[in-house]
DNA sequence: GTGAAAGCGCTAACAA
DNA sequence: TTGTTAGCGCTTTCAC
């Protein structure tokens, strides 16, 4: 006896065959009720479980979403991705997740491996490590919907939801002057990313704008860590020109920052400023409380998956017009900037 | 055109047969090598990729392990199905996950998707919401090899790797007395759960074997959560017999805690200590910085899937031993719980 | 409304 | 070492 019941199992118990238990277990139109009743009613006695393998092999398609994320231990992607799965469900799809532990070596596994499943589309944030693209540009050959989140770049020609990091930065970096800072560091991440790219040109554009003159040893290239934070503030106070306010690339950097500030009895924000970038769960519990900008992950999440969809049903027609869309950044101000009261 | 390359299109062009190909790409002995390197490098060429579906429901194997998890907001998951990971890439599986997001209706949905997916394993930490076990009985009969992580329970005659959760609570609880605290309070999580249970039990038979009666009132049932953790304050101050330390079931808990006592001005750990559990990647960033009890993570992961392994290869023997691994606790402790310095 | 039959892309048992 | 053939479980077109 086999372990495994088939369509053909419950052919054979009702005496027809495989192709009306599909078309009943489909919901296909032109099907009796009383037949379809009759083969769900079997099915579920026989505890029979559909051979998704088999079904996607002869349909072409699987029902699945495959998301690729840096890392799983950051809530910033456990969050984008929760907006993902609401849409995704919504839709009749699953979405299965893929970590590239920040490697474009566990990138392109995780990519070849959703290729290979057949998965209907995939969703990318891209990994630290990641510097050339032919990974990506070889999924795209395949005709497989892919849409980037977050971390995208637009050089490639491929959809994207990313939030507005300039504009993130510029608020950033104009708050802190407005609170009265006047030599404003930043500790940005891998320039070779666009995101944190942006981030440095927002920074640089609000000095400017408030005609603050810019100094290049008041910017720190980091890998976006919290030890990256703690370098950046000794090479910072090794330094001459010495900055009381600091606008991190992202929240983690920021709180190595305080750390390393706090070790030095430097009191955040009465004598140096710090503001995040992402708006990371922990921030509203340190001490003090991290200064963000939020990147409105479940809009995020949403939003891509909705481009996603749009792919997956204009898929094979012609349309080739790239989306990009671009969210706008929350400020959220709290206890480690605010100078003023 | 196709759009797809198969291996029937690289035996056409080397002018052979499936067949060779199938067992070229596969590696097969008793091929020669010379076809072998001739067909891996057509195969290139032609930008050809498995149909892994296909591959899947011929040799009934794909090579994934599904893992299920409540959330991947949670630090604590995602650092453990890094354990997962490494291991499974080492000995060439591939990992996905899924959110159950704490509910029993998206768990089960989670293990269908994986069985009907055919997976070739599945691991599960349970979610909160879960109080029966059917979906997990019925899966278990499907053959498919079953492995549960930090949330399982000892009823189910499925293969687990948990951590001594009696023990932890017991360490915690011995520490916050040996630090002169009198009053001891437990927040716990919902007892339906076996790990909350247990921590439970290690609380109460601490204090029973340091001599301290135990006090109903000191107890609170919350849902692990940092609300949980504010409402068992406000439960405890408007009682008569007000605690001096505080033994939270997990880290979450603990920081709603340590929030409302700061709001309420009350010193920690001078006034009340606080412990928590499960070494959240965030205790040791807040003021003060939070006790608590580490619970292996990468270790647990790496121990789950290793019995993962050994169900996949036993698979069809009829050995029915159940393998219960149980890891010691780690405790750590930090300023939230030190009195004496 | 249902049956018959072909085939999705691959692997593996059996021949040669 | 390679070719031949059957079939994994399902969906779907074409008959009736």
Redesign the interface.
């Known amino acids: 006896m086999s372990?495994?019941v088939t369509i053909a199992d419950i052919a054979q118990k009702l005496h027809t065959t495989p192709g009306t238990i599909s078309r009943a277990l489909n919901n296909h139109p032109g099907i009796s009720e009383k037949t379809k009743q009759q083969v769900l009613k079997v099915a579920a006695q026989m505890?029979y479980?559909?051979?998704?393998?088999?079904s996607?092999?002869r349909s072409g398609q699987?029902g699945?979403i495959g998301v690729i994320i840096p890392?799983?231990?950051i809530?910033f992607?456990?969050?984008v991705?929760?907006g993902i799965?609401t849409m995704a469900n919504k839709n009749g799809y699953?979405?299965?997740?893929?970590?590239s532990?920040e490697s474009r070596e566990h990138e392109q596994?995780g990519i070849?491996?959703f290729?290979?499943?057949?998965v209907d589309g995939i969703m990318i944030s891209m990994a630290k490590e990641t510097t050339d693209y032919k990974h990506f540009l070889?999924a795209k050959?395949?005709?497989t919907p892919i849409v980037f989140f977050d971390r995208a770049d637009d050089q490639l020609p491929i959809d994207s939801v990313t939030i507005n990091d300039y504009k993130g930065a510029f608020i950033a970096t104009t708050h802190l002057i407005e609170q009265g800072y006047k030599k404003i560091a930043h500790i940005s991440g891998p320039l070779h990313m666009p995101v944190f790219k942006s981030r440095v040109e927002g920074y640089k554009a609000a000095l400017k704008k408030k005609g603050i003159k810019q100094d290049t040893n008041l910017i720190f290239e980091g890998d976006v860590s919290i030890e990256a934070g703690r370098k950046a503030i000794r090479h910072f106070l090794s330094g001459k020109n010495k900055p009381d306010a600091i606008f991190a690339v992202e929240d983690f950097t920021a709180?190595g920052a305080i750390?390393e500030l706090k070790e030095r009895n430097i009191l955040i924000p009465q004598q140096v400023g710090v503001i995040g970038f992402a708006n990371e769960?922990?921030g509203e519990?340190?001490?003090p409380s991290l200064s963000t900008i939020d990147q409105q992950t479940v809009t995020m999440g949403k939003e891509s998956f909705n481009l996603m969809l749009n792919l997956i049903e204009k898929k094979g027609s012609s349309k080739k017009t790239i989306h990009r869309k671009i969210l706008e950044p929350v400020p959220v101000f709290r206890e480690s900037s605010m100078k003023k009261k």
Not at 115 to 118: D, F, G, I, P, V
């Open positions: 372990l495994t505890n479980r559909r051979n998704s393998i088999a996607s092999l699987t699945i890392s799983a231990e809530n992607f456990g969050s991705v929760h799965e699953n979405v299965l997740i893929y970590q532990n596994k070849e491996t290729l290979n499943a057949r070889d050959k395949t005709k709180l750390k769960n922990f519990h340190i001490t």
